[in-house]
């Protein structure tokens, strides 16, 4: 008889010893690159700025694709495209020449270039502020629509608070408020300057077009 020979029995428990052995190290495993993961997706989205330049001086402005990134994505598209170049503020909203006293606002308001109106892109679903959680505070990015989910390029700076603006508010009537998707981090004295300049007695939007509109020279990332 053998004596080195090894119980069966011994070389069973060692076996199954073995794979338990590597079952838990291939389980932790597992869980390290899982946490890792779910660490990377819990990451902040940087914001981008853009600098859109016009004839009344320089804005800075702060995309938030991380609370509204179906509203930042779209303008950035738009930026990227160049969309913005040639385009125009057309329109400055302020109580002394308001067409609605029911529920007043200040902003002012951009528009792509004009004879690029065909190659728009498709109107884009709606992030309520109920949703995103912002709100139209002063220097805020605000796009600007008709109906729910159609919004497209057009976009406006607000000036001052304007909570009638959010959802819920009264600006709109059918309450579901606008979408916020960034703020001004540098050029607010140009949005004032802007906000103050003349408007006429008729127009696009009434007493509310500024005349003559300020070009937009050109936007895009910084």
């Not at 779910?38 to 859109?52: E, K």
């Not at 990227?80 to 125009?88: E, L, Q, S, T, V």
């Amino acid at each position: 008889m053998n004596s080195n020979r090894i119980p069966t029995k011994v070389l069973t428990i060692s076996a199954e010893h073995n794979a338990l052995t590597g079952a838990v190290i291939l389980a932790g495993l597992a869980m390290v690159l899982l946490a890792s993961c779910v660490g990377y997706a819990h990451l902040p989205t940087r914001p981008v700025l853009v600098i859109l330049e016009t004839e009344a001086g320089n804005i800075t402005v702060e995309v938030n694709t991380a609370a509204a990134p179906i509203t930042g994505t779209n303008f950035l598209k738009y930026v990227n495209g160049k969309f913005y170049d040639g385009g125009i503020i057309n329109r400055a909203v302020r109580p002394d020449n308001t067409i609605r006293h029911d529920v007043e606002i200040q902003v002012i308001q951009f528009q792509s270039n004009p004879s690029r109106e065909n190659e728009l892109l498709p109107p884009i679903p709606m992030e309520r502020t109920s949703v995103t959680g912002l709100k139209h505070l002063n220097g805020v990015l605000s796009m600007a629509r008709m109906g729910p989910d159609t919004a497209q390029a057009s976009f406006s700076i607000v000036i001052g608070d304007q909570p009638e603006m959010d959802f819920g508010g009264k600006r709109n009537p059918d309450g579901q408020g606008f979408a916020v998707f960034g703020r001004v981090v540098a050029g607010m004295d140009v949005v004032k300057k802007i906000h103050r300049s003349h408007t006429g007695a008729d127009g696009a939007y009434k007493t509310e077009t500024l005349e003559p509109s300020i070009k937009i020279l050109k936007a895009y990332r910084k």
